[in-house]
C-alpha cells in the first residue's frame, strides 16, 4: 500500500509501472462491468414490463420514476461521494444496489417492487459515476487524469457493446425476465474487481489533492457555492445539456425509421446501430484521452458537438439502412469525446475544490435534464412534420452548443506541462 | 341457506383467485402478492390480465341478492335480475390473456407483443395495438393490426396469438398515436402494399 503511494508521489516510469499494474487493470475491467450492467438497465426495463402485462401508462410512469429519481439524486449523491471517505466502498454500495435493483425487477415484476428498484437504481447510478471518476484521479493522479478516463471509455464502451450482444441474445432466446436475473450476475464480478483497489483508498488524498479530502481537511477547499457558481462549470454545464439535448434522440428516431423500412434485417441492423458506435469510442477514447492533454479539452468537445450536427444532417439526408448506421458510427466520436471530457474539464475547473464529486453531479443533472426534455420534443416534431424537421432541428441545437462553447468556455487545460500535484 | 350461499361465493372467489393466477405468468411465489396489488392500484398493476378471467362475479352477491331461491343452482352465485345469462367462471385453458401477450407471424416469427386493444362503441374489439421490432426496447414502433387478422390458440404457451401478416406487410404502416385525433391506421394485409415501405413518415 506503502509502495502504491510512494509511485503517486514520484512521476519516474520505474514507480509508475510497477505496483499499479494490478489495480489498474482490474479497474478496467470493473468500467467493462458497470457499463455491462447498465444496458440491462436502459429501455429494456420497457420490454420486461410488456411481457408482464403492464400497460403502456404504467410503463411509462415507470420509467419516470427511475428518470426523476435519478435527476433528483445527481446533487446529493455527489456530495454524499465527496464527504465519503472511501471512494471505493460508495462504488461497491452502489454496485450492490444494482444487484438488489435487477433481482427486485426479475422477481417481481409488481409496481411498488419495479419503483423501488428504479429509485435504487436512479440514485446508485448517481454515485457510481462520481466514484469511478474519483478513483480515476486516485489511479491516475490530476495529471494524466485523461488517459485513464480514455482508458475508462474504452473498457465501458466495450462492456456495452458485449453487455447489448449478451443480454439481446438472452432476451431473445431465453426470456427477458432472465435478463434481469443475467444482470444481477454481472455485479458479482464487478464487485470482486473492487477488492484488487483495495490499497487506493490511502493514497486517495495524496493523488487527487484536495478534490476527495474527506470534509474540512485540504487547505484549498471552497465553499460550495463558490465552486457551483463558477462561470466555467456553468458553461460546461449549460454545453452538455444542450448536446445531450441534440444527441439524446437521434439513435430512437432513426432506429425507428429501420424498423419501418428494413424489414426481417432491421433487429440486426439496429443492434449494429448500438454496438458499431462502441467499438469506434473502443479504438478512439484512449487518443482522445492523450489528445486533451497534447492540444487540450476544447478542440475535442467542439470535434465531439460537430459530430451531432453531422449526424443529424446526414441522417436526414440518407434512407439506405447500411448508410444509417454507418452515420451511427459517428456518434462512437462524439460519445468517446463527452465520455473522456466531462469528468476531465470537471476535474479542471473543480478537482482541487473538494467538492469535485459534487461538481460532476451538477454536470450530471445538466445532462439529464437535456436527456429527458428531447426525447418526447423530438418525437413530437418528427410526429407532426416528419423525421426531417427533427433531424435539422437536432442539428442546429448541436450548432448551438457549438456556439455556446467557442464563446463562452475557456480552455479548461491546466498550464504548462508540470505535475498537477500538491 | 344463507350459509350455503356465502359458502359458493367463497368457493367461486377462491377458483377466481386460482384462475387469475395460473393465466398470469409471474413465476414463482409472489403471485398471490400480485394480484392483491393489481386490486389495489388499477392504473399502475399489469391489471388487465387479472380480473379478466373470473373475479367480475365476486362483489355482487354481497348485496341483498334481488332473487327468491337459489338453491337448486349451485355454480353461480350470482343470480342478477337484468341477465338472464349469468356469466360462468372460465376455464383457464379456454382464454387468452391479452395484454403483453408475444404476437407470432404466419411463419411463427416474433413480431411484437400486444400493449393495447382497440374497441368501438359496441365493445368489439377492432385492432391489436403491437409493439413491433426493435433491439433491446430501441427502435420498436407501435402498430395497430386488424383485430380479424389474429388467431387465438388457448393452451398454447407462448404460441397463443398468431397473427395472420408477415413483417414485410406491417413494417411501414403508420405509427399508432394514443394521442392521435382523427384516424387510427389499422394494417391488415391489404394495407400493406398502400403504405410503400421506402417512404415512411418516421
Keep these: ?422 | 341457506m344463507k350459509v350455503s350461499r356465502r359458502r359458493w361465493c367463497t368457493a367461486a372467489f377462491a377458483v377466481a383467485l386460482a384462475v387469475a393466477c395460473t393465466t398470469r405468468n409471474v413465476p414463482t411465489e409472489p403471485d398471490l402478492a400480485s394480484v392483491e396489488l393489481g386490486d389495489g392500484m388499477p392504473d399502475a398493476a399489469p391489471a388487465e390480465s387479472t380480473p379478466k378471467p373470473a373475479p367480475k362475479p365476486k362483489p355482487k352477491p354481497k348485496a341483498k341478492p334481488a332473487q327468491p331461491v337459489t338453491a337448486p343452482e349451485p355454480a353461480n352465485p350470482e343470480p342478477q335480475v337484468a341477465a338472464p345469462e349469468p356469466p360462468k367462471p372460465l376455464n383457464a385453458d379456454e382464454i387468452v390473456p391479452i395484454l403483453g401477450k408475444k404476437v407470432l407471424g404466419p411463419a411463427g416469427e416474433d413480431l411484437g407483443r400486444v400493449v393495447n386493444v382497440l374497441v368501438d362503441q359496441a365493445g368489439r374489439t377492432r385492432a391489436a395495438v403491437i409493439d413491433f421490432g426493435g433491439f433491446l426496447g430501441v427502435g420498436s414502433r407501435k402498430i395497430a393490426v386488424a383485430w380479424d387478422q389474429l388467431t387465438f390458440k388457448p393452451g398454447a404457451g407462448d404460441r397463443q396469438l398468431v397473427l395472420n401478416m408477415t413483417r414485410e406487410q406491417i413494417q411501414g404502416a403508420r405509427e399508432y398515436k394514443e394521442r392521435a385525433a382523427d384516424q387510427v391506421d389499422v394494417a391488415t394485409p391489404a394495407t400493406a402494399g398502400q403504405t410503400p415501405a421506402a417512404k415512411p413518415s418516421n
Design chain 1, 1 to 422: 500500500m506503502s509502495a502504491l503511494v510512494d509511485a503517486k508521489q514520484r512521476t519516474g516510469p520505474i514507480f509508475d509501472r510497477a505496483p499499479l499494474r494490478a489495480p489498474e487493470r482490474a479497474f478496467d475491467w470493473f468500467n467493462f462491468f458497470v457499463a455491462n450492467i447498465q444496458t440491462g438497465f436502459g429501455p429494456f426495463l420497457a420490454v420486461h414490463l410488456t411481457a408482464q402485462g403492464w400497460t403502456l401508462t404504467a410503463i411509462g410512469f415507470a420509467l419516470s420514476v427511475g428518470t426523476v429519481s435519478s435527476l433528483l439524486s445527481q446533487l446529493p449523491a455527489g456530495a454524499l461521494v465527496d464527504a465519503a471517505r472511501s471512494k471505493r466502498r460508495v462504488a461497491g454500495l452502489s454496485v450492490l444496489a444494482f444487484t438488489l435493483s435487477a433481482l427486485l425487477l426479475a422477481i417481481s415484476p409488481l409496481p411498488l417492487p419495479v419503483y423501488v428498484a428504479q429509485v435504487l437504481h436512479g440514485f446508485s447510478s448517481c454515485t457510481l459515476g462520481p466514484a469511478i471518476a474519483a478513483l480515476s484521479i486516485a489511479i491516475a493522479g490530476q495529471a494524466s487524469l485523461g488517459l485513464r478516463l480514455g482508458r475508462n471509455a474504452r473498457y465501458a464502451s466495450i462492456g456495452n457493446g458485449v453487455g447489448a450482444a449478451l443480454m439481446g441474445t438472452c432476451g431473445y432466446f431465453i426470456s427477458e425476465q432472465a435478463v434481469f436475473f443475467l444482470t444481477a450476475l454481472l455485479t458479482l464480478p464487478a464487485l470482486a474487481l473492487l477488492v484488487p483497489l483495495k490499497g487506493l483508498d490511502a493514497s486517495l488524498p495524496l493523488a487527487a489533492d484536495a478534490a476527495t479530502n474527506p470534509p474540512g481537511a485540504g487547505p484549498q477547499r471552497v465553499s460550495v457555492l463558490h465552486v457551483l457558481a463558477d462561470r466555467r462549470l456553468l458553461v460546461f454545464a449549460v454545453c452538455a445539456m444542450v448536446f445531450t439535448f441534440a444527441n439524446a434522440p437521434l439513435l430512437t428516431i432513426a432506429t425507428s425509421a429501420l424498423t419501418a423500412r428494413a424489414g426481417d434485417l432491421a433487429t440486426l441492423l439496429i443492434a449494429a446501430c448500438i454496438v458499431l458506435p462502441q467499438l469506434v469510442v473502443a479504438l478512439v477514447s484512449p487518443a482522445v484521452g492523450r489528445g486533451a492533454g497534447l492540444w487540450g479539452r476544447k478542440p475535442l468537445l467542439l470535434l465531439g458537438f460537430a459530430m451531432v450536427s453531422i449526424r443529424g444532417v446526414l441522417l436526414g439526408m440518407v434512407s439506405d439502412p447500411s448508410l444509417v448506421v454507418l452515420v451511427q458510427a459517428l456518434d462512437g466520436i462524439a460519445a468517446a469525446c463527452f465520455g473522456v471530457l466531462v469528468p476531465l474539464v470537471t476535474c479542471d475547473i473543480a478537482g482541487r475544490s473538494g467538492h469535485f464529486n459534487l461538481s460532476l453531479g451538477a454536470v450530471g443533472l445538466a445532462i439529464g435534464i437535456g436527456g429527458t426534455l428531447s426525447p418526447p420534443l423530438a418525437g413530437w416534431i418528427a410526429d407532426e412534420f416528419g423525421a426531417a424537421a427533427a433531424y435539422a432541428t437536432l442539428s442546429a441545437t448541436g450548432l448551438i452548443a457549438i456556439l455556446i462553447a467557442v464563446t463562452a468556455l475557456p480552455e479548461t487545460r491546466p498550464a504548462g506541462t508540470r505535475a498537477e500535484r500538491g
